[in-house]
């Protein structure tokens, strides 16, 4: 049987091996660079401090509550890291490349290194955490209670001492273990292997309980279709009916801000990651775990609503299933799980936040009040690590206030929203910092405090509602009576879920506050800088371009500043290396401004980035050249590049104009020729007709002596040439028309069958006379296509004629063949004449072209197949020449059939 001074006793046993694992991985991982404790599967462990007593005790008194709504707390954790090449790969790149040592940190660092605004998210930060620290007091205050309440040896030596002096000796003692561990080096970004070892075995110890835990009530129930048939027969069921409403979704989003911008999660994520590829495991390893965690979270709310006795507090399941059964030894696993949940968190919790404290509340007034003292070079760091432990107290004692002031509340999930819902605030400027150029440092500052008051409006005051009649009465009423300024129902939005309606309002206020001061404001010489330095983390090389120009800072008074915050040893090694990597005497080493950038990322991993640089701006002040005027330099140069763009992008404009208007004159004294060689041509086909009628007209006139048979002859051909001359005009005033679009055109639905054979019935003389077969092949079905029947007539005939008039062949055929397909309907007229050579192919549908054998007989005047091409394009439809199934030609025409 279990007793409350064997479990105390058992935890603390565990911390002293939390102790001794944290020593010996310390000294393991600075022995070797390349231990296990640099590998991604301790990365990917360490992350799983996500997971806090809230997921061991709250996520099973949540899902006995709430039903599905505890998934949501590992939904948004999986969707950050699943897509880690987004936003993950990113920030690690960037606090990697700017030694960036927290969330405060790096708003400070791309919003011009501001201190006020590191200062601003730091205050927030402790604030909004500490109801996560009240949470984890309460979880293990309430797991010793439970087990205590239970034993037959009753309160042991807890007897007389109530919550508020438990959890006040566990936050006494959690800050002790934080103080030996977490303060050791000044170095924040230097990682804490220690200290992460230690987390990853207590991930490992809470899975495992866990896990366990779930496996003996999936056993003793029967299985998991047996414990939730039986909570059906006794009426027992998980609310499932507002599962996936505006509270679900709430969740959702808080946990994704969550799990980047808490301060311990941005601490083992970015700051401990020693491997950018870390992250590629961690992707899927991590989601992996949070399965794990919560594979039976549902079936011990379930099995424990329908044995438990009514009243029994569901946050305690995983610890009271196993004592009601009997199992101590399961019992006490579970209660090491829940306690190292709660551990890993408020450890971890504490040593980023006291970073924050020390870098950017402690660390400037330290250098304002020290700035002409002399030492021996260990002042500043002890300074640090002193300020670190004094704010690890701080910060569990603000825990503990709250756990104090709230700690009637009776479940854990809620106080765990809260901080979410604070944290939250620094998520759009975060994603602005990292995306967005023209993000301010006024707006992020602005919209972090607006949003910081709405959420201590709407969120954290309403958490004292129990203890507080003046909340309470404020909550009721409004302040001075003023309704719509209620916390829970702002604005008059009554009647939502009061997680949901603090998020909207802090969040609403904070990005709109971000957008638009955005948008009105003007980012400093630096912001852009910095700006530019972050969003182009992939384009720029490994390290970063300094801020710096050389100036009146020797050496010495570098080796001074470094001295007084890194110590001497790593001082004179930094010092040391850039001397031999510039190929001088230590004594001769002359700052460079890459050297100075260099030692302020190296000051930024221990002081962060707005100390450091404020550090070093009083050493590099007397440079005759300010930050200010050396960026105002390189607008002035970033405009005449621009300008210079501009007037080649200009130039190119140009150049390409003229080669459009050459192209354009080209084309103009083509056409000229073109029309020079038509009316050439049409003067050569005028004048034959007309130079037979004017010799036959004057053999008529000068010889009235021949004979009649003569005459009739000579009449014949004049009439002859007159009619082939009348065809030649008509042709061209035909052609002439159809090109300058003078022609009155109508399509209308039009039978082609029709039109082809009405061409067959006219043609069918020719071909007496030429002896010449037709063969009608393959016929379409009937169809109509938009176009002239007359016309479309026209076309038919011109083709059979040609066919017909150049087929030599010894026994000449011309096939007709009509086809639909693909919408179109098609005729083909072939022949097994000579057919047309290659090299005449791309000019028998110019005007006048009559190819080799046009030229040596007798035919028209090289008009039919252009004046053809011309009334198939009005048509909308083509004619080509195109390989047939008969040796001669084969001409094809093709029309759009009509709707």
Known sequence: MLSADFVIATAIGYVGLL?????????????????????????????????????????????????????????GPTLVFVGWWFLLRRLVRISHHQRITSVADLLSSRFGKSNRLAVLVTCIAVVGIAPYIALQLKAVTSSIQAVAGAS??????????????????????????????????????????????AIAFEAVVKLAALLTVGIFVVYVGGGFEAIFSRAAELGVAVDAANTFDSRWLTTLALSVAAIVCLPRQFQVTVVENSDENHLRVASWAFPAYMLLMSLFILPIAVFGLTTMPAGSNPDMFALTLPMAFGQDGLALLAFIGGFSSATSMIILESIALSIMVSNHILMPLILRFSAGSSGDGQG????????????????LSLGFFYFFFTRDSDALAPIGLISFTGIAQFFPAVLAALFWREASLKAATSAIALGFVFWVWCSFLPSFQSVSPAVAMLLAHGPWGISWLRPEAMFGLDGWDPLAHAAFWSLTVNVLTLTIVSLLTRQSALERLQASVFLDVFKRGHHARGNFVLGSATANDLYFVAERVLGERRAAALFETAAREAGVGADQLDPTPEFISRLERELAGSIGAASAHVMLSKVVSGSDISLEEMMQMADE????????????????????????????????????????????????????????IRSFSEILLEEPDISERQRQHFVGTIHQESLRLTKLLDEILDLSALERGERAWENTPTDPQAALDRALVVCEAALRQHGVRLELGERAPAALVEGDADRLCQVFINLIINAIRYNNAPAPVVRVQTAVRSGSYAVEVVDNGPGIPTGERTLIFEKFSRGKRGLTEKGGAGLGLAISRQIVERMHGTLELVDGPLPGACFR????LAC
């Open 19 to 75: 102790f001794v694992l944290a020593y010996l991985g310390d000294r393991r991982a600075r022995a070797n660079q390349r231990s296990f404790l640099h590998s991604p599967a301790v990365y990917t462990l360490s992350i799983s401090v996500y997971c806090t007593s809230w997921t061991f005790y709250g996520a099973v008194g949540n899902a006995a509550r709430s039903g599905l709504e505890f998934l949501t707390i590992y939904l």
């Open 152 to 197: 037959e040896f009753g309160q042991g030596s807890l007897a007389g001492i109530d919550d508020v002096g438990l959890a006040l000796g566990i936050a006494a003692g959690m800050a002790l273990f934080t103080i030996l561990f977490g303060t050791r080096h000044v170095d924040a970004k230097e990682q804490h292997h220690g200290v992460v070892a």
């Open 380 to 395: 500043v760091t002890r300074l640090l690590l002193n300020a670190r432990r004094v704010s690890i107290v701080l910060i």
């Open 637 to 692: 140069t970033q405009q005449v590049i621009e300008y210079s763009q501009q007037l080649e992008l200009t130039s190119a404009e140009l150049r390409s104009t003229a080669r459009q208007l050459e192209d354009a004159n080209g084309r103009l004294r083509e056409l000229d020729i073109r029309k020079d060689d038509f009316l050439s041509q049409v003067s050569h086909e005028v004048r034959t007709p007309m130079t037979s």
């Open 893 to 896: 025409v093709q029309l759009q």
